[in-house]
């Protein structure tokens, strides 16, 4: 299927210079989404992992029915504060500031092989943030998947050494 058809494409947003991909068209059409979801898990199948992490919040979008199809659990990593019980943290830089994600400190176990998903790689921040939460936890990252990756921000760079796997190049 080509997903590049289902993403709209919205120049200057949210500011001028940026090319943001929407993947809202891609998740409203049921073929579009269902397909989408099925090549990433088959992208992700030969890497065996036990369990998928997504990040907030579109990480859930595509981490969570990627987890369904493999019969895995899902494991969300939230901003700051969002997660009930206790945490592990990991600060990580913006272009203006900084933020904080949350896991559950009881969500991997030592050695447990996981499957990171999320909908774009674009700089890599984010990921390489949410890898560095599983990796506190003792878990080990198998791959990472990507409905969308911008090679010209070379995020890839900041994931070396893990299997980074996308359906879609800009």
Known sequence: MDFQSHIRVIPDFPQPGVSFKDITPLLKDGRAYRAAIDSLVSLARPLAPEIVVGPE????????????AMGLGFVPVRKAGKLPAETVSVAYDLEYGSDRLDIHKDALRPGQRVLVADDLLATGGTIRSTIRLVE?????VVGCVFLIELTE??????????NVLSLVQY
């Open 57 to 68: 919040a579109r990480g859930f979008v595509i981490g969570a029915p990627v987890a369904y």
């Open 136 to 140: 506190q936890l003792g878990a080990a």
């Open 153 to 162: 921000l070379e995020g890839r760079a900041k994931l070396a050494g893990y």
